[in-house]
């Protein structure tokens, strides 16, 4: 079946160092992928996301690119601040159900 | 902006109690779920649901648990006989379409068996 993979946390910055939190996956034919996030205490919210391949996701300065060819989505952002601590989960669809990666805390300190 | 509800946000059961977790999805979307994710580890997939019944179910949805939509605005999930191992968050999410879009997801209920 579809899965996803997570580089494996919790990762630890400092104020505007540089992100990359790595996401693999396998799946038949070509899913839309996704990135979500949890603050502490919160749900799941929408990150980003790319419906097919080359396309590239972007919002609240993340981006991440669809690669096919890897099978990648990586989520970069080339500032963080401390408001980014959270969970980030990326995910995967082909229109019924998520498959969620297992998440990767993220603490930013000041 | 529209947002998908859940209520309880804590429920504190027996063991053995049936459970009732309370969602109002995003008014015009059509197609919800639910998902847990059991503490520290990853969200997964319960059920999907379209057209008042439901489309497809994990290997963790058995007869133990079931959905409703009783009226025009509430999705429910329903948990006979709670054991420890029940104890999760869970989240219910919605979408406007079924295929490939994202899905809004709701803030979770934490449930606790004790």
């Known amino acids: 079946g579809d899965s996803v993979t997570q580089m494996e946390g919790p990762v630890t910055l400092s104020e505007e160092a540089c992100l990359t939190i790595n996401c693999t996956y396998t799946a038949t034919g070509y899913p839309s992928l996704f990135w979500y996030v949890q603050y502490p205490g919160e749900g799941l919210q929408l990150l980003l996301k790319a419906t097919k391949a080359d396309d590239k996701g972007s919002n609240k300065g993340f981006e991440a690119t669809y690669r096919k060819e890897t099978t990648s989505f990586h989520l970069e952002k080339g500032s963080v601040q401390v408001s980014d601590s959270a969970v980030y989960f990326c995910?995967?669809?082909?229109?019924?159900?998520?498959?969620f990666g297992p998440g990767t805390r993220l603490s930013v300190l000041p | 902006e529209p947002e998908v509800t859940q209520t309880p946000s804590h429920q504190v059961t027996q063991m053995g109690q049936e459970v009732i977790l309370r969602c109002v999805p995003i008014s015009n979307h059509l197609y919800f779920y639910w998902y847990r994710q059991i503490l520290g580890q990853k969200v997964e997939f319960l059920v999907s649901f379209y057209n008042n019944e439901i489309s497809e179910k994990s290997e963790i949805f058995d007869d133990q648990f079931s959905v409703e939509r009783p009226d025009g605005s509430n999705f429910t999930l329903k948990i006979r006989s709670t054991k420890l191992e029940d104890s999760a968050m869970y989240f219910c999410a919605s979408s406007e379409v079924g295929g490939r879009t994202e899905a809004f997801f709701g803030q979770g209920t934490r449930l606790t068996v004790v």
């Open positions: 995910a995967l669809t082909h229109g019924q159900n998520f498959v």
